[in-house]
């Protein structure tokens, strides 16, 4: 076997191990699909008995005029249609009723998933792709698992009675239809792959059309400030259109599939029109049975076609699937953690502590792509501490391994005397309140983005406390629903000191032993900042806090300042100490007032 088919047969069987893990997710509502099993039975059975009633109907009713036939004749019809009613009502209700559920537990898993995904996780992939997957593909694969799962059962039903029924009328004409079956199998197998491939580009250039258009809304007002409009939209278009030629080409696969499936059977029902009329075989051949025969091949046609067709929206499920499945099978964040904690006294100990985003990490000391290099820190509790240098220096990853955001490969960070990964995630996190210069607020009221910490189980006065506490209260008060007001998408009704004001309040909410803030002052009116200081003092009153400063001029009165470059710590002490060794914190004063002065 060549390396081409080797490479075919793995992704056919891929393809169908994902289908098979697709269709574990209905097999969840058993009672109910076995319910719309029967329907769908009762359902295609009721069609091959529709078209058995018509060779009585023609030659008992008509032909011979046996007064019983006539008389029970409509009966036996509205019996069939009855069965029929009832047949699809079971099959159609609870079909739906099982792939809903199927995407409500596709979506739950995907949002479970997302929640427990490494920070670095959604540093590699957009945001829009994992909305995509969670909205967009759940709707596929919820079509192969359930739509086509009726279409499976109930048209082969119909198409088998049917058969069955067309070789009890006459064998001989059944087979003009059957030699036809290796060809039928033929353009499936190639329908097959084409809309796989086109199944699989639709997904990822849907993707990319939201991506695109989630970049731009976010950012409109940058798009309009420098004119980037034009930029945008041939941007849109690029991706819009391959969309579109990706969707036209399947399109195109699933419009000649089922005109060419009709012209093969109309082939065989001409040969069967030919076939009964020639020679001496009408004789053989009642009017009933000629006309229930050709009714049985009629009606093959339409479930034999959703048959051929079913082939699109099991291999558009299938291309789905594999991208949902791609997320759910992603690595969540690695809980190794087994000592219970409560509350830390604050202590922090860093030992030697080394970092690299790259997976794996290196192995040579000095190859450039260790972010941390050799870090070892000590903290005590209650200690403010600043962290200065230039971007790049490793202040935003020294601050993101602590809550293990990232992970490190080297070393080992402690809080009091344990190693912060033999602490679980939860109790680890809970050490930890944090306020950056990117305030993070929740479409919903005040109240709740103050105490977040608790859920929907927020304590109002407690909520109250911290708002005043991070002087939020005087304004929120002036609001018309005031604590209830409901701040728009992260707080785009609030102002930016309100914002960070409430950010402070969720963080005095938290109550939390370490505090760590990422330039929580900056880009503030002189107002708003002097708010904002004073509520970080009641913040910071009693906790280990770490800072992250770009203006110097705001931690002048840390009890300690740690300057690093490269990954390292090379400076640290304080503000009057480090000025007077004339060292790296001198010279970035100097530069930054420098600059302020310019």
């Known amino acids: 076997m060549n390396p081409e088919s080797l490479k075919q047969r793995a992704r056919t069987e891929a393809g169908w191990a994902t289908y098979r893990r697709l269709l574990n997710y209905t097999w969840r509502y058993t009672r109910v699909l076995v319910i719309a099993i029967v329907g769908m039975v009762v359902a295609g059975l009721s069609e091959v008995g529709f078209a058995a009633l018509m060779k009585p109907l023609l030659d008992g009713s008509f032909v011979e005029r046996d007064p019983t036939l006539v008389t029970w004749m409509p009966l036996a019809l509205l019996g069939v249609f009855l069965f ?4 699809e009502f079971a099959s159609n209700y609870g079909m739906a009723w099982v792939g809903r559920s199927v995407i409500r537990d596709l979506r739950h898993d995907t949002f479970a998933q997302v929640l427990h995904l490494p920070p670095r996780y959604f540093d590699r992939v957009p945001s829009t792709e994992v909305l995509t997957r969670l ?33 009890y009328l006459s064998w001989q004409l059944t087979l003009f239809i059957l030699v036809l079956l290796p060809l039928l199998v033929g353009m499936v197998a190639g329908i097959s792959r084409a809309f796989r491939r086109y199944a ?26 420098y004119g980037g409009e034009d930029y945008e939209s041939a941007r849109f278009d690029r991706q819009n259109q391959y969309n579109f030629r990706a969707f036209m080409k399947m399109q195109a696969v699933q419009a000649a599939s089922s005109p060419l499936t009709q012209f093969v ?16 075989r009408m004789d053989d051949i009642t009017v009933g049975t000629f006309v229930s025969f050709i009714t049985a091949l009629a009606m093959t046609l339409a479930p034999a076609k959703r048959l051929i ?19 759910l099978d992603e690595p969540r964040e690695t809980e190794s953690g087994t000592q219970l904690v409560g509350r830390v006294s604050g202590r922090i100990a860093m030992e030697d502590v080394w970092l690299s985003y790259r997976d794996p990490a290196p192995t040579d000391s000095r190859d450039p792509d260790w972010v941390l290099k050799g870090v070892s820190l000590e903290i005590a509790a209650g200690e403010t501490v600043a962290f200065v240098g230039q971007s790049g220096a490793g202040k935003s990853s020294l601050m993101g391994a602590l809550p293990r955001f990232v992970e490190i490969q080297r070393g080992a960070i402690r809080l009091d005397e344990m190693r912060h990964d033999d602490v679980p995630l939860a109790d680890l996190r809970r050490q930890f309140a944090y306020v950056s210069q990117e305030t993070v607020l929740f479409n919903t009221t005040i109240a709740a983005n103050i105490g977040y910490a608790d859920g929907a189980d927020f304590d109002m006065e407690r909520v109250r406390e911290a708002a005043k506490a991070a002087f939020a209260e005087e304004f929120i008060e002036q609001l018309a629903e005031g604590f209830e007001t409901n701040i728009g998408e992260n707080g785009v009704l609030l102002s930016g000191g309100q914002r960070q004001r409430i950010a402070i309040a969720r963080a005095l909410y938290r109550d939390a032993p370490i ?33 992250i400063a770009h203006r110097l001029s ?8 740690v300057v690093m470059e490269g990954g390292r710590v090379v400076e ?27």
Not at 515 to 541: K, P, V
Not at 554 to 561: C, F, G, K, P
């Open 84 to 87: 029929r009613v009832i047949g």
């Open 135 to 167: 909205n967009y593909q759940s709707e596929q694969v919820s079509e192969a698992a359930s739509k086509a799962l009726t279409i499976l059962i109930r048209d082969s039903v119909t198409v088998i009675g049917l058969l069955v029924w067309m070789l």
């Open 200 to 225: 699989r580009r639709i997904q990822e250039s849907m993707g990319q059309v939201s991506h695109v258009a989630e970049e731009t809304i976010s950012g409109h007002r940058v798009v309009k400030l």
């Open 265 to 280: 059977l109309a082939i065989g029902v001409a040969g069967v029109v030919w076939f009964a009329t020639s020679g001496d």
């Open 309 to 327: 067709n079913l082939n699109a929206i099991i291999q558009k499920g299938i291309a789905a699937g594999e991208s949902l499945f791609a997320l």
């Open 515 to 547: 505090l760590l803030l990422d330039e929580a002052t900056s880009a503030l009116d002189t107002r708003s900042e002097g708010f904002i200081q004073r509520a970080l003092e009641n913040l910071t009153r009693g906790r280990t806090t770490l800072v």
């Open 554 to 561: 705001t931690i002048e009165h840390a009890d300690r300042i």
């Open 572 to 598: 640290q002490g304080r503000h009057e100490e480090l000025l007077a060794a004339d060292g790296a914190y001198a010279g970035l004063y100097r530069l930054q007032f420098a600059d302020q002065a310019d």
